[in-house]
């Protein structure tokens, strides 16, 4: 999970899990650093962040639990709304004559 987090935040890393988990500049470094790993106390607060999403959906990317899957299968609904709704607006955009 820190991988995709370190990915998403490059060099500000650091700094993003500070703000989000309330932990010490120094046990975040610790964490990108892989000499030390989030608590409970953290990963709730990760999850609880504008980052939670992708927390919960790289932590249990692999699990073949019903609820999991469940809740991958809801993810991907939502993002596929989310896609329709897009192109619904850009095609009543291109009807309009607005070229977006």
């Not at 596929?80 to 850009?90: F, K, P, S, T, W």
Request: glycine share 4%; net charge positive; hydrophobic share 40%.
């Amino acid at each position: 999970m820190l991988d995709v987090l370190q990915k998403r935040f490059k060099a500000d890393f650091v700094w993003e899990m500070h703000v989000r988990t309330g932990r010490s500049e120094r046990d975040c470094y610790r964490w990108k650093t892989g000499k030390a790993a989030p608590d409970f106390e953290a990963l709730d607060r990760l999850i609880n962040s504008d980052i939670g999403d992708l927390v919960l959906l790289t932590m249990t990317r692999s699990s073949n639990q019903p609820w999991a899957v469940a809740m991958r299968r809801t993810y991907e609904i939502a993002k596929a709304r989310g896609d329709i709704e897009a192109a619904q607006r850009r095609l009543a955009a291109l009807e309009r004559g607005i070229v977006p």
